[in-house]
Nanobody, 126 residues
Framework: VQLQASGGGLVQPGGSLTLSCPPS????????IGWFRQAPGKEREEVSC????????FYTDSVKGRFTIRKDDAKNAVYLQMNSLNTEDKGVYYC????????????????????WGKGTLVTVSS
């Protein structure tokens, strides 16, 4: 299922953004959701994920303590709150569904998912 991310924009270093992933066509209660990003000239990398139950989470080391993922079952959406943004966080952010939330699952999706939904561009610049 291709998901569409939104909420990106231009922010100064140290600033914040909240990305949204409102899946359509299926209920979040049965799927984990992961966030991925791809910077110019770099491979896509996994950033974070949250399990279907909203308890299990994963963050890549570079965003730990700065990014927070959460899900809102009432709105059937997943959000990625990004604080203390720096230039290394820039790129196109995508969301995708997964059977489970784990570092390994996110790595596999990042490297093997063939069709991605519309991403949202995050630019961090002064």
């Amino acid at each position: 299922v291709q998901l569409q991310a939104s909420g990106g924009g231009l922010v100064q270093p140290g600033g914040s953004l909240t990305l949204s992933c409102p899946p359509s066509g299926f209920a979040l209660t049965h799927h984990a959701i992961g966030w991925f990003r791809q910077a110019p000239g770099k491979e896509r990398e996994e950033v974070s994920c949250i399990g279907a139950e909203g308890v299990v989470t994963f963050y890549t080391d570079s965003v730990k303590g700065r990014f927070t993922i959460r899900k809102d079952d009432a709105k059937n959406a997943v959000y990625l709150q990004m604080n203390s943004l720096n230039t290394e966080d820039k790129g196109v952010y995508y969301c995708a569904s997964s059977p489970v939330c784990s570092a390994r699952a996110m790595e596999l999706i990042s490297r093997t998912l063939e069709f991605w939904g519309k991403g949202t561009l995050v630019t961090v610049s002064s």
